[in-house]
């Protein structure tokens, strides 16, 4: 019997000295909440769009212009079988466009129900995350014609970056009308 108890004597001395010298678990901290979205330029400002609105962004494609549409509507273009209708975002919301090249813009491209839409920005600065508690309720500097699509923003090294609604875009009767009175 003594011969059974010596390995289980050593077992739990090797157990007793493990949790003597062990090192503590190390400090737990708060897990900050991150919102995440696309972060583009318009007009020299910067706004991010959610995640789930924008479906790709694109290199502006070869498109055809159409005839009697709004200025706007730069024309359409047919990406993978399907013919993208491409809104210069900048021109709709009549701001000036950055001084940014024509090779730096891109194409969101935004789906909602029955409405697919490329909208031309002047550049896309991919993924951006941001604290949840850094939410700004009413940002400052976001011209009139914007700001019915800007819902607040997130600030992050001094500087805002606007959410702007794609899908209150997509919804909006001026957006959808593309046709020159």
Do not use: C
Not at 23 to 50: D, H, K, M
């Amino acid at each position: 019997m003594s011969a059974q108890a010596a390995p289980f004597a050593v077992l739990t001395d090797i157990a007793r000295r493990s949790r003597s010298l062990a090192a503590g678990l190390p400090e737990q901290q708060q897990a900050v909440e991150l919102w995440n979205g696309i972060g583009f330029v318009l007009a020299g400002e910067r706004y991010v769009a959610p995640m789930g609105e924008v479906v790709e962004i694109l290199h502006v494609p070869r498109y055809t212009h159409i005839p009697g549409v709004r200025s706007f509507m730069l024309g359409a273009a047919n990406v993978r079988g399907r013919l993208l209708p491409l809104i210069d975002l900048a021109g709709f919301f009549d701001v000036p466009r950055s001084s940014r090249s024509h090779r730096e813009r891109r194409v969101l491209v935004v789906e909602q129900g029955d409405v697919f839409s490329g909208l031309v920005v002047d550049s896309v600065s991919g993924m951006q995350y941001f604290a949840v508690d850094s939410h700004v309720a009413s940002p400052q500097g976001v011209p009139a014609s914007v700001q019915p699509f800007v819902n607040g923003g997130y600030e992050r090294n001094e500087e805002i970056w606007k959410v702007f609604s794609a899908a209150d875009l997509l919804g909006d009767e001026r957006f959808l009308d593309v046709a020159q009175w």
